[in-house]
């Protein structure tokens, strides 16, 4: 009985011991298993523009696989800035730099010290005067001289957008001669159904628009050369994130700041969704068809874990 008594108190000693070394080697913080689980929700503000919408829907999918509570909002551009200045949203995917979008980011940018820039997710895009190839003109220098052919009117997107402000500027400083021209407010879908009735009639149109973009992919369009740079030059299009996210939402900040979209072609989603696949959809169906190139860029660190795909 002696016997078996000390060894009862040994094991319990040992135990107690074990228990407090294990507990004495914990690292500070949650382990990674916890770290998998506790995510703060995220919130990503977006443009119905073609890309943005196309991006900020896989990014959605994406975090939602590791765990994550994700809210879209849909709304014009100036409100998307201010949201992600205010901290209303945590993330646009859809800001067009150093140019379009610098009212909003740059030397003078109304929300240059609100935001932090994460960095491009797109480099090449280009913003200008659309019309289509069948249109014998090649330079926006050219459409004051054939003002009657497209009734002086420019086919503009959601009243608020950059090149609206640009294309605004344009007639006010009667560039190009263009002072007297008019600028249609809409939307991208509604100057998108402008321009395919246009193609389908083979008549003339000029549109605002940009790369990428699925219209480009549909019909024969092309940019028409700016010799005064009012749309400016090649941009990129950068993510950008709201004051406080990497010390409040670690996991979403590692996301926003390391996944590389560069290396996702986009475009099949761009063209899934102008065919009328819902975004939500669409998205669900890209991640799952490119689930080892996006574990390849999922951030290394506790916070993610690999995609299985067939979700």
Request: some cysteine; proline content about 5%; aromatic content about 10%.
């Amino acid at each position: 009985m002696k016997t078996r008594t000390s060894l009862l108190i040994v094991t319990i000693v040992v135990v107690a011991a074990a228990g407090a070394l294990l507990a004495g080697c914990e690292p500070d913080g949650p382990t990674p298993a916890d770290a998998r689980v506790q995510k703060e929700p995220v919130s990503i503000a977006y443009v119905e523009w073609a890309r943005a919408t196309a991006i900020s829907h896989v990014a959605a999918e994406i975090l939602r696989t590791q765990g994550f509570e994700v809210e879209l909002e849909n709304v014009a551009n100036a409100a998307m800035w201010q949201s992600v200045a205010s901290g209303d949203t945590d993330a646009i995917l859809c800001a067009w730099l150093p140019a379009t979008h610098q009212m909003f980011y740059g030397p003078e940018g109304e929300f240059s010290h609100q935001v932090v820039n994460m960095g491009p997710n797109y480099y090449g895009a280009q913003l200008g005067l659309v019309v289509p190839s069948y249109v014998d003109i090649d330079s926006m220098q050219n459409l004051d001289a054939n003002a009657n052919m497209f009734d002086q009117e420019i086919v503009g997107i959601d009243p608020g957008a950059g090149m609206m402000q640009q294309t605004e500027t344009m007639i006010e400083n009667d560039t190009y001669g263009m002072g007297d021209w008019n600028l249609l407010e809409g939307s991208g879908p509604t100057m998108t159904a402008a321009l395919e009735d246009a193609v389908l009639a083979e008549e003339p149109i000029v549109v605002t628009g940009w790369k990428p973009h699925w219209m480009f992919g549909r019909w024969d369009l092309k940019i028409l050369d700016d010799p005064e740079n009012v749309y400016g030059k090649q941009e990129t299009i950068n993510t950008i994130v709201r004051e406080g996210l990497a010390e409040d939402n670690i996991a979403a900040f590692r996301f926003f700041e390391t996944f590389d979209w560069t290396q996702l072609d986009l475009g099949q989603v761009l063209v899934w969704n102008e065919e009328g696949v819902q975004p939500t959809e669409s998205a669900k169906q890209f991640v799952n068809e490119h689930v080892e190139k996006i574990n390849e860029l999922l951030p290394e660190d506790p916070y993610f874990s690999e995609i299985e795909g067939a979700f």
